[in-house]
């Protein structure tokens, strides 16, 4: 049964980094195609798969990203705000997760 589990896990890990990694290298061109980006990622019948990208509700200079893959009770929730500026502009990513327990 932990075996599952492990399988679940890392399903759900190797997920989120094929989406992060695809965003991070295309992170200026989200904003700009939201369309395309919120619906290239879809779950299927294991996995539940949301991208959302939008304006900061606290700044409106930032812009926002969330990736959500979830596996039954299973979790990676990142949120990514940045700022257009690649050089001096802001990042930051909060990453929440439940796979470590």
Request: charged residues 30%.
């Amino acid at each position: 049964m932990e075996h599952q589990n492990f399988d679940h896990r890392l399903g759900v890990f190797n997920k989120y980094l094929e989406i992060k990694k695809d965003i991070m290298q295309n992170l200026f061109e989200v904003y700009n195609r939201q369309h395309y980006y919120t619906h290239k990622y879809r779950g299927n019948i294991l996995l539940d798969v949301n991208v959302a990208v939008g304006d900061y509700y606290e700044d409106s200079t930032k812009k926002e990203i969330q990736i959500f893959v979830r596996f039954k009770d299973l979790y990676i929730k990142d949120n990514i705000i940045y700022t257009e500026k690649p050089i001096t502009g802001y990042f930051n990513s909060t990453i929440k997760t439940n796979l470590h327990e």
